[in-house]
């Protein structure tokens, strides 16, 4: 190597040294600015996990890099009960259509906001959570109050195959809740026809299913037709100010608006806790097919979820 | 004649190891796609996968060693690929009645995951694996250029193995189904064996040529 190209390759090399430390410097400087503090990061087998706080709120992010990040769960400081994200809100708005579960699954833990809030809800409720992170449980553990008992347990592994052995073991439960991030998107498996069959299957006849997903991107046409495909007639819930996304699904015919109303009222201040009324959301939950229906669903042999999210 | 006869079955044999390269890697990265929906995406399913992978490999490396030792032919060596696309067909046809059964048996999604990447990958791959050996003997003339001709080779076949995974995460799985990204392995490899026991009548002829050359 003669020494000019050692020089340009010098040079190179230390334009990219420093961009990547301003990049950090720039980032830790914003974070500063708002009062934000890493108090716990890890890597676990499966992302990085970083815990944060500022003087209003505790969050856990799951990231790929520091700017890519988002926060999966957060809760204030203040009033722990009272929900930090639209979604959570949006989830529990759910109850309009199918309420009283007995048995509920959850497949994510992150934070472990939906099991306590639905532990708060239904004391009685056997609540099982499928985390596939052994990482995440210990986390919420430490620092977000989450506690298994014998109403909440977790069960470590992938929540496909906890739904599959449940259905093998004729299992049923009144609510699942699908609320599974890698950071990134909804692991691929958990997005296919084949698994909202084996979901299906563990439902009885007035059971229901909540998947928390997005409305901005490309899967929403093929999601939305999947979830058709599966269940007919589902339940839309957007919002003006979220890019959340509800679906609801259930065997049973959903309700008309005027019954969701009416739910509504009787439900209003037992959800006040949270912060969220919940008269608000039945308008903008609809059965209208607003997404192309020529778009391919995914399946076990077509799921490039990942791809198409770009 | 035969010396420009001599390099075209070079040139071909080059061009299957870049096939069998690049359909190795292929269908390691689909065996994530296929065990996920039974076993997970767990990290240690893709342990298993890449266990038995390296294993399936290795064994072939050792296999296609010794059988390169006695009358090397483009014949044996066309066969090789077509054994692989035959023993692809179990994994296309019965791959989820498989799954689903050892499902049942196994528990243990780390040894279930195992059991099922064995009895899914384990045959195809190792006579995958025979072909680069049995590839490094065709073209070695003198042993002065063994290394050469080892080196030539692996670099095809790991470009193949790269461009493979990269084609196929990248865009295959974005436009095709799993099984029809096997199935059109499958009749690549086929139509290689085809074309390379087609070309074994010439391969003999020109080594014949220049043995009296």
């Known amino acids: ?23 950090l410097i720039i980032l830790q400087d914003a974070q500063a600015q708002r009062g934000i503090r890493e108090i716990h990061q890890e890597r676990s087998l499966y ?54 579960p007995q048995r509920i699954l959850i497949i994510g833990l992150g934070g472990g906001t939906l099991p306590e809030v639905y532990h708060t809800l239904f004391p009685e409720a056997e609540i099982i959570i499928s985390e596939i992170d052994e990482a995440v449980l210990s986390v919420a553990e430490d620092f977000f109050d989450f ?10 592994g992938d929540g496909r195959v906890y739904v599959k052995r449940a259905a093998l073991r004729n299992e049923s439960f009144d609510l699942v809740i699908i609320d599974a991030f890698n ?9 296919t026809e084949e698994f909202l069959q084996e979901i299906k299957q563990l439902l009885p006849e007035d059971g229901m299913l909540v998947s928390n997903t997005f409305s901005t991107s490309r899967l929403y046409d093929a999601e939305s037709q999947t979830y058709q495909n599966v269940f007919g ?28 109303n009416r739910r509504a009222a009787n439900w209003r201040s037992r959800l006040e806790i949270f912060d969220m009324d919940v008269t608000d959301y039945p308008r903008f939950m609809s059965t209208e097919v607003d997404w192309n229906t020529e778009e391919r669903p995914l399946t076990d042999q077509y799921s490039p979820a990942n791809l198409l999210n770009n | 004649m035969a010396e420009s006869l001599a390099s075209m079955n070079n040139l071909l044999i080059l061009c299957l190891a870049f096939v069998s390269g690049f359909i190795i890697m292929s269908i390691e990265l689909l065996g994530g796609r296929i065990l996920a929906p039974y076993f997970g995406s767990s990290i240690f399913v893709w342990g298993s996968i890449i266990t038995v992978f390296m294993l399936s490999l290795s064994l072939g490396y050792l296999i296609g060693g010794k059988l390169s030792l006695r009358n090397p032919s483009l014949k044996l060596h066309g066969s090789f690929f077509m054994l692989a696309a035959f023993l692809l067909i179990p994994l296309i046809l019965f791959g989820n009645q498989i799954m689903e059964a050892l ?21 195809p791959t190792a006579v995958l694996g025979m ?16 290394g050469h001709v080892a080196g030539t080779l692996y670099f095809v076949s790991t470009m193949g193995s790269a461009l493979g995974t990269l084609a196929t995460s990248f865009y295959l799985v974005l436009w095709f189904e799993v099984n029809q990204i096997l199935i059109t392995m499958g009749l690549i490899l086929f139509l290689s064996g085809m074309l390379a026991i087609f070309s074994n009548k010439t391969f003999h002829a020109n080594k014949a040529a220049l043995d009296i050359s």
């Not at chain 1, 020494?3 to 190179?12: A, L, N």
């Not at chain 1, 950071?183 to 997005?191: A, R, T």
Request: net charge positive; aromatic share 10%; hydrophobic share 45%.
């Open chain 2, 131 to 146: 072909i680069a050996p049995y590839s490094v003997r065709l073209l070695v003339i003198d042993s002065n250029h063994s």
């Open chain 1, 233 to 260: 007639e589902i339940i839309n819930l957007r919002m003006n100010n979220t890019g959340n996304r509800i679906i609801i699904a259930s065997r049973q015919s959903l309700p008309d608006l005027n019954t969701l």
């Open chain 1, 47 to 100: 992302r990085n996990i970083i815990v944060t706080e500022d003087s209003s709120r505790r969050c856990l992010r799951f990231t790929i890099t520091r700017r890519t990040g988002q926060n999966q769960s957060c809760r204030f400081l203040e009033n722990p009960q009272a929900l930090v994200f639209p979604y959570a809100k949006m989830t529990l708005s759910s109850l309009l259509v199918q309420d009283d």
């Open chain 1, 1 to 23: 190597m003669n020494f000019k190209m050692k020089s340009t390759m010098r040079y190179w090399f230390s334009c990219v040294v420093l961009f990547l430390f301003a990049d």
């Open chain 2, 103 to 123: 499902f049942l048996v196994i528990e243990d999604p780390r040894y279930g995951s195992l059991i099922v990447s064995m009895l899914l990958f384990f045959l």
């Open chain 1, 147 to 156: 506690a298994q008992t014998d109403k909440i347990k977790v069960d470590i």
């Open chain 1, 183 to 191: 950071g990134e998107y909804i692991p691929e498996h958990l997005m």
